[in-house]
């Protein structure tokens, strides 16, 4: 038995795109309060799994839990409202909105509507630049700024969950920085994390525990720095040498 509960739980997933299948009888678990990362290559599934998560993608079988209660059944708004947020890849932001509306769009649940101000203002202390460019059209914005206003629009929402998807994506080295730093702050604050990212050393830094997800199964789990230490996972993310 786990000493703290699993805010997130899969088990046997097994999920197929058409005839495809894509993941195999994955099981992992996000613990309350913990930060996880899934790492892998291009076409390891790992956007499927978060698809998979936030009931975009229907499962062929195995069961998803959170906090305890059976999700595989709901749709994604249902999903919504169990206190789960996504950062999709590749932002999904409303580039013909200011930042501000954008913003605002994470902010649709009875409960969050009333801590809209207390909420913006913590965004705007977290990520500066968007106070400054609140009137602005989100879509006029940088790569970097366009991730924020993502964080964001997420954390309006007061998730207990948070998912984030290929956070690094398109980004410069210095902004991918400040990205992890701010996943690292969000963190503290209380919100569970799972996080899925090509960039495994990125994405193992800032974990408690991980996975590594190769071909849609889970071929790898355990602590981040024990992780880094198996010469199959230094060859395939650090380009080393057998």
Request: charged letters at 20%; hydrophobic letters at 45%; aromatic letters at 4%.
């Amino acid at each position: 038995m786990r000493e703290t509960q699993a805010i997130l739980q899969a088990e046997a997933l097994h999920v197929s795109h058409g005839d495809a299948p894509a993941l195999w009888g994955v099981d992992f678990h996000v613990n309350e309060g913990e930060l996880v990362s899934i790492v892998g290559p291009n076409g390891a599934g790992k956007t499927t799994l978060m698809n998979t998560v936030m009931r975009l993608q229907p499962v062929r079988s195995g069961k998803l839990l959170f906090r305890g209660e059976d999700v595989t059944g709901l749709t994604a708004s249902q999903m919504c409202n169990r206190d789960v947020s996504i950062v999709p890849e590749g932002r999904l932001l409303f580039g013909g909105m200011t930042v501000e509306e954008n913003l605002d769009m994470g902010c649709y649940r009875p409960y969050a509507r009333p801590l809209r101000a207390e909420t913006m203002a913590r965004v705007y202390d977290m990520f500066p630049i968007l106070k400054e460019r609140r009137t602005q059209l989100a879509g006029t914005l940088s790569g970097g700024q366009q991730q924020m206003v993502a964080f964001g629009r997420a954390l309006m929402a007061h998730p207990k969950l948070l998912l984030i998807d290929e956070p690094s994506l398109g980004l410069s080295p210095l902004v991918v920085q400040h990205v992890f730093e701010a996943i690292a702050e969000i963190h503290r604050s209380g919100v569970s994390i799972l996080l899925i990212e090509q960039n495994a050393v990125l994405a193992l830094s800032v974990a408690q525990r991980a996975y590594v997800l190769e071909g849609g199964r889970i071929v790898s789990t355990g602590d981040p720095k024990a992780l880094m230490t198996q010469p199959h996972i230094r060859q395939a993310y650090l380009g080393e040498s057998a």
